[in-house]
């Protein structure tokens, strides 16, 4: 079943399955930028679950859409005369960003901006794995995963915020693209693996997203009811 969540004046369209896993920084970002979007959410049983077979919903929909390369998540820009229409979430991060905005004030913050935001995914290619190994491979993954994965990524960001002028923001004196990827990562590695992300071992990180969270627009769309709180992953994964 395909859900469509319209919202009144909406100028983007954001399609994705029924999970925060890859669009949640989109969402940030359009809710951050007060944009009404409206949603299109793949993969939902009648009473609302999710589904465990998505890709008949996928395949009947994609078609429909007029992308050149169909994938989710996608993206739909009605606000122009003529409609954009965009998917890999990278490239739609970027695109938003240039749109309002969040990508830095000087060629130098843009260059940290996308090394930043590279870097977020390579750590989210190591969560993914670890995420999507099934049965009894799990617990070593994890195990390998929370050894080695979190420290080195989540070591990594806390000590390069530590080193910002403003420990509020990965990049310059105001909220950027990487700032949204970066929340997401790092709270998803905070539930993943309790006790990674405190004030007594990574307080930079601690603080980044408790501040992050308490933002007017951010917590007002976390309050909403389209905000999905979990799952991260789809509902076969081990962690979800």
């Given at each position: 079943m395909?859900q469509?969540?319209?919202?009144p004046?909406a100028?983007?369209?954001?399609?994705?399955?029924a999970?925060r896993g890859l669009?949640?920084?989109?969402?940030?970002l359009?809710a951050?930028a007060?944009?009404?979007?409206s949603e299109?959410?793949?993969?939902?049983?009648?009473?609302g679950?999710?589904?465990?077979?998505e890709?008949?919903?996928w395949?009947?929909?994609k078609?429909?859409?007029?992308?050149?390369?169909?994938?989710?998540?996608?993206?739909?820009?009605k606000?122009?005369?003529?409609?954009i229409?965009?998917?890999?979430?990278?490239?739609m991060l970027?695109?938003?960003?240039?749109r309002?905005?969040?990508?830095?004030?000087s060629?130098?913050?843009?260059?940290?901006?996308?090394i930043?935001q590279d870097?977020?995914?390579?750590?989210r290619?190591c969560?993914?794995?670890v995420s999507?190994?099934?049965?009894d491979g799990?617990?070593?993954?994890f195990?390998?995963?929370?050894a080695?994965?979190?420290p080195?990524?989540?070591d990594g960001?806390e000590?390069?915020?530590?080193k910002e002028?403003n420990g509020?923001y990965?990049?310059?004196?105001?909220?950027?693209?990487?700032?949204?990827?970066l929340?997401?990562l790092?709270w998803q590695?905070?539930?993943?693996?309790p006790?990674?992300?405190?004030?007594?071992n990574?307080?930079?990180?601690f603080?980044?997203i408790?501040t992050?969270?308490k933002?007017p627009?951010?917590?007002?769309y976390?309050a909403?009811e389209?905000?999905i709180e979990?799952?991260?992953?789809m509902p076969?994964a081990?962690?979800?």
């Open positions: 395909v469509i969540i319209d919202t004046q100028e983007f369209e954001l399609g994705y399955w999970i669009a949640q920084p989109i969402r940030f359009l951050y007060k944009v009404p979007f299109v959410r793949i993969g939902l049983n009648q009473n679950s999710i589904s465990a077979d890709s008949a919903d395949e009947s929909h078609h429909t859409l007029g992308l050149a390369f169909p994938n989710l998540p996608y993206l739909i820009d606000s122009g005369p003529t409609e229409r965009l998917t890999q979430s990278n490239a970027r695109y938003l960003a240039r309002f905005d969040f990508y830095g004030d060629e130098a913050e843009q260059i940290s901006i996308d930043l870097e977020a995914y390579d750590f290619n969560i993914v794995e999507y190994t099934l049965g799990y617990p070593a993954a195990a390998e995963f929370a080695t994965a979190i080195r990524y989540l960001f000590s390069y915020l530590a002028e509020s990965f990049v310059g004196k105001r909220i950027s693209l990487a700032d949204f990827v929340y997401e790092i590695a905070s539930i993943m693996v006790g990674s992300v405190e004030q007594s990574r307080p930079t990180l603080a980044f408790k992050f969270a933002h627009a951010i917590a007002a976390m909403s389209e905000y979990r799952p991260v992953n076969y081990s962690f979800t």
